[in-house]
């Protein structure tokens, strides 16, 4: 099954590293990333593609645990909204 992220981070050096990292080992087949700079460069809006069999709420509640996280939807669904 395929699934859309939308993520907002902190624009850190690693933050798309994290990201990728998580996504592989948690077992998701990466389908496409797309990223952009906020207006201030201080955050990045991410759009993340993924597929799996396995419930996407594995990924997100590990994605969320990211610290550079700040707010992560799933295809228009809000999962979490966290304050920086």
Do not use: C, W
């Not at 981070?9 to 690693?14: D, E, F, R, V």
């Not at 933050?15 to 700079?37: D, S």
């Not at 460069?41 to 996407?56: A, D, F, N, Q, R």
């Amino acid at each position: 099954m395929q699934h859309v992220i939308t993520i907002t981070a902190t624009n850190t050096p690693t933050v798309i590293e994290r990201l990728l990292q998580v996504t592989r080992y948690r077992g998701y087949q990466l389908l496409g990333l797309e990223f952009n700079a906020v207006a201030n460069s201080l955050g990045l809006e991410i759009t993340l593609t993924v597929s799996s069999e396995k419930p996407i709420q594995l990924l997100t509640n590990q994605l969320n645990k990211l610290h550079d996280i700040q707010q992560l939807q799933l295809a228009g669904a809000t999962l979490a909204v966290l304050q920086a």
